[in-house]
């Protein structure tokens, strides 16, 4: 009996496992650690909370693309333009010495690259790049898997000259948002490499982890999946260096665990959902600040044209007067800031400089109003539920996605303040994104929708014409992105008008009309702009929010660190 | 023996598959994994979900695609997840994680499960006895995320504050961008690891030092340790040496049992303190009706599970002489 | 608690005690009688037992108390948990002691509706579960054989399965109602119920009376109801008071990771992770409907153990 209890082996055992267990979760490769030591140094690293961990790094690709790798990349991808905090789209001028419209018709656009501007590896950025844009975006291989072909299609030719630095871009029909094109530029000849010399694989397959080339202010280095992605100073870049060390994005802080991260020092910055007690309980830790500010994505409430109620303009107008969005908007994101407002406008939100408060009908509640509409499109309203002699009682499903709190909140709302004008509304909710193919069937024809009332959020853009695929039909019995069914040549005309004008103001001038009759046919009543929320350690100084699709990290190089 | 361990290993196969047939067709025929996709802001349009259908083989019969998937499994390949990554790879750096946190929680709590189980039993009855009794069932009362949120404020937060020192971490498995020796590697991964090994570790501790006690008691009763007082041996000789040599034999069983529970219980603990670990995995490949995803998870779970209900029994009858024969 | 340690020859006899009242005579008259006067003394002493047991006594107080309130509470207060008030995002007053959430809901009709749910819940899968494994057991034990190993075996099957993980599954299918998601869990409830009566009735059918009973000429059905339940009462008593408090934890998880009880309806599992942010901000969101959960599985804990120590006095010495 000299050898150890057989329990004290058992222990040994369990305890041996536990750190051969923790030596398989450390299968991180230190190559790129090693590499990049000799630029870090103590005190320059921010650590930023992202609540979204990149599918892959092309973001010119519809299975790569979402706002949260587009924030990351915009500091590694070169742009012509970007959009700054005020919703203005300005050249970049670190890429960019011009960018004129030289001609009309035909509309042509000459761009000037910055003579010293050149991917990491030293190769200069050129009108190559500009061209391999072009053709994988252009939708004419059907092989190339791409997010938005929007503008490239009618493009013509792209061709370099000056040693490929002004490029020179011809349109085959005039384009007004030609400003919105050659975001995210790609270095052609890495991505033909990638692709083993073929650029298409390259570009569809090449980017699954973070490239290692750059033409921004930082590089991306030591992606740890389901973890953190860093992003370090580009040695590289002609423009100014950034004074930071390194950007740590972590993927595995969700917004519950925000507050204590931050107060524990694990994390210096996030842009989480906000919501009241953790607004409230970040803005009580010491050393930290937080802005609110409303982005681009709005919520509404959209009505299917095919119900036989909805289908009455009266019923859409009874329940525009039986809304009251001010109270709706006071008891949701009201409640953490005084600047919530009603949003009156779909094409251009409240801090975008083109908006206009359109719907004047629909500012204050009327109940009785409601009632008389009802009564004008038949319906008797004696009992509690208001009926139609032909289509019955008015009751409506009303639908969106079970388990987001802001939209279950408005739901309910909504559902007492109907009620009182006699429109019965029963919740019909679905997990997650599953309620989305009540909206958007599989098939892509309206006769498969299932839904009477929709409350979801689209995304603003600060390029107008986008919106045109939300109330253009696409056809009598397809839904494409027009959820509701409206069709309306007259304003399909107009929208034809604005694609083309290339006067930014008389465009506008168009989608507010556009807006407007929105407005008198009500397919869809908007609510509000959804907040954002951006804490972010004072020592860090320079960070302001960019509520647009560019999000916090738009100027992370001019950030300096306060000792 | 042999013949014991093939016929068992044969059954569990079975239980496997046929669990595998239940799941997958459970998934596929209720949710719908392009949902993620067409929810996407801004919206992909129908040419991009009609691609993605062909690319899924969603146009294809479900029993094909069932027998397709196992074809694979067979040969240890789980397949790919909805957005085209290899499930093997997510699942591997994600179960090293959970075991990571499942082994650390099992050797804390099976050592103060012992301990406190010896000096309950030892003192039956006296204050100390009453006090880890009560402390037991409130650990066995308490919802894990619930005790989870109190570690955060009252061990992290605040003992950091104490000590002036960030020792405890309250969010993810490691620091990210870690460039230290394998020392300073290893407190990095001992300072994630407390919270969660707190929380995880409580309800076995209370359920194991319960047991532990109680068999600690029968041993104590036994003919032999009185005999063994009886010669003249000492108080903590026979305690140590005889008594409670005896008394873990039947708790080896229960840790061997309970192994799975730990294992799902890491699901909530890993929520709670950010662990994008196998938890995270199963509650959004659930949430994204990622099929592949969902088996994968049960799989290896499932085989976890039966493999160590298998070393329970081989341990118990290895263990304990009485039924070695 | 003070009692002093039981010895083995104790148990032996308080065992023998226990068994005497189902150890029927010869004459099938006096039997039947005898058995229902012995039972009521066995009842009698049952309670004796527990009584003595302080702090389950005191359990089962607070725990009535709990469950009472918390299924007529709701009706009791003067707001409706799904009620919209003109005022909203209050803090706690005299009219609204825990104030008033953003849409203007009170929120102590919320924590009642919650701890309403949450309770019947546990007692749902409590009965079910209890129902189940019951049956399954008694089948099994009863008839032994073929049945007997094609049951076990399921019951097996059932242990193996990760039970949140299969929780999950369903519930992510089934969806979040109350009824459905209290089906989900006694699905996977019954097992340890089934094995124990199972365990109880292979010893029990061997037992001379229920030969008697057979040579009586009773049916099974009739011998299963009358003369092995009743003595196995205990056991699945016992454990039914487990079922409660694991269930209410069941569903705390599973609302928890959002696949539980859904809103608008809400429950204390579903109160407590919404009140994780506020922790700081309005603690009484977050410790009220935990303190509820803790409070209501800790009294079922100690009842249960009380109720183990009033029916098998042999495994009490060391489970107290």
């Given at each position: 009996m000299t050898t150890h209890p057989r329990w004290l082996r058992v222990l040994a055992l369990l305890l041996g496992l536990s750190l051969v267990a923790a030596a398989c979760g450390d299968d991180d490769d230190g190559g790129d650690a090693a590499e990049d030591d000799a630029s870090s140094q103590d005190g320059g690293t921010v650590v930023f909370a992202s609540d979204q961990e990149p599918d892959g790094w092309n973001i010119n690709t519809s299975a790569s693309s979402s706002l949260a790798l587009g924030q990351i990349v915009e500091l590694v991808y070169p742009a012509a333009f970007r959009i700054t905090p005020d919703f203005e789209v300005v050249m970049d001028e670190d890429l960019l010495t011009s960018a004129e419209m030289v001609s009309e018709d035909p509309q042509v656009i000459e761009y000037v690259i910055d003579?010293?501007?050149?991917w990491s590896d030293g190769t200069p950025i050129s009108a190559d790049d500009f061209e391999f844009l072009w053709t994988m975006s252009n939708?004419?291989?059907?092989d190339v898997d791409t997010a938005s072909t929007v503008g490239y299609e009618l493009i013509e030719s792209v061709e370099g000259s000056d040693d490929g630095k002004t490029v020179t871009v011809a349109f085959s029909s005039p384009y007004a948002e030609w400003r919105s094109l050659f975001a995210d530029l790609l270095p052609a000849h890495l991505i033909s490499e990638l692709g083993d010399g073929d650029p298409v694989v390259g570009w569809n397959e090449g980017l699954a982890d973070p490239p290692e080339f750059s033409g921004g202010p930082f590089r991306l280095v030591d992606h740890q999946p389901e973890q953190s992605v860093t992003l370090v100073p580009n040695e590289e870049f002609w423009g100014e260096q950034p004074s930071t060390d390194e950007l740590v994005v972590r993927f595995d802080v969700d917004n519950a665990g925000i507050p204590a991260a931050l107060e524990n020092d694990e994390i210096d910055m996030a842009y989480p959902q906000p919501q009241l007690d953790l607004v409230e309980q970040v803005e009580e830790i010491e050393g930290v600040e937080s802005v609110i500010n409303f982005g681009l994505e709005f919520e509404h409430l959209d009505f299917n044209l095919a119900n036989s109620h909805l289908a009455k303009p009266e019923v859409r107008e009874a329940i525009g007067f039986a809304l009251d969005r001010e109270a709706i908007v006071d008891r949701t994101v009201g409640q953490f800031s005084d600047e919530a407002s009603v949003l009156n406008n779909r094409i251009f939100l409240t801090n975008q400089p083109n908006h206009e408060a359109h719907g004047d009908d629909y500012q204050s509640r009327d109940v009785d109003g409601a009632e008389q509409r009802l009564d004008e499109a038949g319906y008797d309203c004696s009992a509690e539920v208001c009926t139609h002699p032909e289509d019955g009682e008015l009751s409506l499903r009303l639908s969106t996605t079970a388990g987001n709190q802001l939209r279950e909140d408005t739901q309910l709302i909504i559902q007492e303040q109907l009620a009182e004008a006699g429109i019965e509304v029963t919740i019909d909710n679905l997990e997650?994104?599953?309620?989305?193919s009540k909206f958007f069937p599989d098939s892509g024809l309206r006769a498969d929708q299932d839904y009477d009332m929709a409350l979801f959020a689209w995304t603003g853009e600060p390029f107008p014409s986008a919106t045109g695929e939300l109330y253009i039909s696409p056809g009598p019995d397809m839904i494409g992105l027009n959820s509701t069914g409206y069709s309306n040549p007259e304003m399909e005309a107009l929208y034809d008008q604005a694609f083309a004008e290339t006067d930014s103001e008389v465009a506008a001038e168009l989608y507010n009309q556009i807006d407007e009759m929105l407005w008198e046919d009500l397919p869809t009543i908007p609510l509000y702009q959804k907040p954002t929320f951006l804490p972010h350690r004072s020592s860090i100084e320079g960070v302001q929010d960019?509520?647009?699709?560019?999000?916090?990290?738009?100027?992370?190089?001019?950030w300096t660190l306060a000792s | 023996m042999l013949g014991f361990v093939v016929r068992r290993l044969v059954a569990s196969a079975i239980v496997l598959v046929v669990s595998s047939v239940l799941i997958y067709f459970t998934v596929t025929s209720f949710g719908d994994p392009l949902a993620d996709l067409r929810a996407r802001n801004p919206p992909v349009s129908q040419e991009v979900i009609d691609a993605r259908r062909a690319e899924l083989g969603l146009d294809e019969p479900v029993h094909e695609r069932y027998l397709t998937w196992l074809g694979d499994v067979v040969t240890g390949d789980f397949g790919e997840d909805l957005d085209g990554q290899p499930v093997n790879e997510v699942l591997w750096r994600r179960l090293g994680r959970t075991l990571r946190m499942v082994t650390a929680a099992i050797a804390l709590s099976l050592v103060a499960a012992v301990a406190v189980g010896v000096l309950s039993a030892t003192r039956q009855y006296s204050k100390t006895d009453y006090f880890f009794t009560f402390s037991g069932f409130l650990f066995l009362s308490m919802p894990v995320f619930w005790l989870g949120a109190l570690l955060k404020e009252f061990l992290a937060v605040r003992f950091n504050d104490l000590v002036g020192r960030r020792i405890v971490f309250t969010t993810g498995s490691e620091s990210p961008r870690l460039d230290t020796d394998v020392w300073g590697r290893m407190a990095d991964y001992a300072g994630h690891l407390i919270l969660p090994t707190l929380a995880l570790g409580a309800v076995s501790y209370a359920a194991w030092s319960r047991y532990q006690r109680n068999s600690m008691l029968d041993v104590m009763e036994s003919d032999y340790i009185k005999l063994a007082r009886a010669k003249g041996a000492s108080r903590s000789r026979v305690v140590f040496r005889h008594g409670l040599r005896n008394a873990l034999i039947p708790l080896t069983t229960v840790v061997a049992i309970d192994f799975g529970a730990v294992f799902g219980g890491a699901i909530i603990t890993e929520q709670v303190f950010g662990w994008s670990a196998m938890g995270s995995l199963l509650i959004d490949g659930l949430r994204e009706y990622d099929v592949n995803i969902v088996l994968a998870w049960m799989m290896v779970t499932g085989a976890i599970a039966i493999a160590f209900n298998l070393v329970a029994d081989l341990l118990y009858g290895v263990l304990d002489p009485r039924i070695r024969q | 608690m003070n009692e002093p340690e039981t010895r083995p020859s104790d148990v032996a006899a308080e065992e023998l005690e226990d068994r005497r009242p189902s150890d029927p005579g010869v004459q099938p008259g006096p039997t039947e009688e005898g058995l229902a006067v012995a039972t009521r003394s066995q009842r009698r002493m049952i309670v004796r037992r527990f009584l003595q047991h302080r702090l389950a006594v005191i359990s089962l107080v607070i725990l009535v108390l709990l469950i009472v309130g918390s299924l007529v509470g709701g009706r009791l207060w003067r707001y409706g948990y799904a009620e919209q008030l003109p005022e909203f995002n209050q803090s706690p007053s005299w009219g609204h002691p825990m104030g008033i959430d953003a849409i203007g809901r009170d929120l102590l009709a919320k924590v009642l509706r919650g701890a309403q749910r949450s309770v019947q819940v546990a007692l749902l899968v409590a009965l079910l579960s209890t129902t189940i494994g019951t049956i399954v057991g008694a089948v099994a034990g009863y008839y032994r054989g073929v049945l007997d190993a094609v049951l076990m075996r399921v019951t097996d099957l059932f242990l193996v399965v990760p039970q949140l993980a299969v929780f999950l599954l369903l519930a992510r299918i089934v969806g979040g109602g109350w009824f459905q998601l209290s089906l989900i869990i006694a699905a996977f409830f019954w097992m340890p119920i089934a094995r124990i009566v199972r365990a109880e009735f292979l010893s029990l059918r061997e037992t001379e009376y229920v030969d008697a009973a057979r040579a009586l000429g009773a049916g099974d059905l009739r011998i299963i109801l009358r003369h092995l339940i009743p003595n196995a009462i205990g056991s699945i008593i016992v454990n039914a008071s487990i079922v409660v408090a694991v269930a209410i934890l069941a569903e705390t998880s599973l609302s928890y990771l959002g696949l539980g009880i859904a809103a608008p309806d809400t429950s204390l599992g579903l109160l407590v992770s919404e009140g994780q942010s506020a922790f700081e901000t309005r603690p009484y969101l977050f410790y009220f409907p935990g303190l509820l959960i803790v409070l209501i599985a800790l009294t079922v804990n100690f009842v249960g153990d009380g109720l183990r120590d009033a029916f098998d006095p042999k495994q009490s010495r060391a489970r107290r």
């Open positions: 003579p010293d501007a050149s939708g004419s291989n059907p997650g994104n599953a309620v989305f960019n509520a647009t699709t560019a999000g916090p990290l738009w100027n992370a190089e001019e | - | -």
